[in-house]
T-cell receptor, first 118, second 114 residues
Framework: GAVVSQHPSRVICKSGTSVKIECRSL??????MFWYRQFPKQSLMLMATSNEGSKATYEQGVEKDKFLINHASLTLSTLTVTSAHPEDSSFYIC??????????????FGPGTRLTVL | AQSVTQPDIHITVSEGASLELRCNYSYGATPYLFWYVQSPGQGLQLLLKYFSGDTLVQGIKGFEAEFKRSQSSFNLRKPSVHWSDAAEYFCAVGATSGTYKYIFGTGTRLKVLA
C-alpha cells in the first residue's frame, strides 16, 4: 500500500507555455501533499505544502503565481508551472501523507516528473 | 526550525568495504529521521526510518542506521558495499507535528570501486 503516482514522467515544452503535473495517491487518502524540486546533482527542496480543499502554503522564495498548486481531492494534487522558462527545467517530485491510520506521519513519494523547457 | 547536514558530498569505497554516511540534524525535540537512496534519473527509495524506540534501525539492502540523541546524529552504515550501492543518499528530518514536513540534507554521492 501507499503508492503515489505522477503524470507525466517526462515533459518537454516550449518557453512561455504552461505545464501541469499530476500527483495521485493510488491506494490511500492523502491529507497533505507536498511538492519538491530537485536541480541536477542537488537535493530536494520543498516548494509547497497543500491540504485538500485549502490553499497551498509556499516555502520562502517560491513564487506562488508561477507554481500553481491545486489539491482538489484527497487523492489528487496538481502543480502547474505557468509561463515556463528554461530555468524552470528540473525534476519535480511530489509526496503524500495519509489522512489517518498507519504511517499518518510519513510521506510517500512519487517517482518524479522531469520537466525540460526549451 | 529543522535542519539537516550531510558533511560528506562524495564518498568512494571499494566493493566489499564497510560504509558509513554521516547525518546530523537540528530540531527542537527528537525528530523523525529517514534515509533515502536515489539512482540517477530516478525517484527516491526509502532505506530506513526512525520514529521512536530502538535506536538501531535495520533497513533494506543490508543498511542500518543508529540514532544518537547526544550527538544529534543518524548515521547510515553497511558492513559490505556492493557495486550496485553506487547512488546518491539523502538523509531527511521529519517534523513530529503539524504537516509533518521533511527537510532533506544535501546528499552524499557514493562511488564504489570494483
Amino acid at each position: 500500500g501507499a503508492v503515489v503516482s505522477q503524470h507525466p514522467s517526462r515533459v518537454i515544452c516550449k518557453s512561455g507555455t504552461s505545464v501541469k503535473i499530476e500527483c495521485r495517491s493510488l491506494d490511500f487518502q492523502a491529507t497533505t501533499m507536498f511538492w519538491y524540486r530537485q536541480f541536477p546533482k542537488q537535493s530536494l527542496m520543498l516548494m509547497a505544502t497543500s491540504n485538500e480543499g485549502s490553499k497551498a502554503t509556499y516555502e520562502q522564495g517560491v513564487e506562488k503565481d508561477k507554481f500553481l498548486i491545486n489539491h482538489a481531492s484527497l487523492t489528487l494534487s496538481t502543480l502547474t508551472v505557468t509561463s515556463a522558462h528554461p530555468e524552470d527545467s528540473s525534476f519535480y517530485i511530489c509526496s503524500a501523507r495519509r489522512r489517518q491510520g498507519v504511517a499518518y506521519n510519513e510521506q510517500f513519494f512519487g517517482p518524479g516528473t522531469r520537466l525540460t523547457v526549451l | 526550525a529543522q535542519s539537516v547536514t550531510q558533511p560528506d558530498i562524495h564518498i568512494t569505497v571499494s566493493e566489499g568495504a564497510s560504509l558509513e554516511l554521516r547525518c546530523n540534524y537540528s530540531y527542537g525535540a527528537t525528530p523523525y529521521l529517514f534515509w533515502y537512496v536515489q539512482s540517477p534519473g530516478q525517484g527516491l527509495q526509502l532505506l530506513l526510518k526512525y520514529f521512536s524506540g530502538d535506536t538501531l534501525v535495520q533497513g533494506i539492502k543490508g543498511f542500518e542506521a543508529e540514532f544518537k540523541r547526544s550527538q544529534s546524529s543518524f548515521n547510515l552504515r553497511k558492513p559490505s558495499v556492493h557495486w550496485s550501492d553506487a547512488a546518491e543518499y539523502f538523509c531527511a528530518v521529519g517534523a513530529t507535528s503539524g504537516t509533518y514536513k521533511y527537510i532533506f540534507g544535501t546528499g552524499t554521492r557514493l562511488k564504489v570501486l570494483a
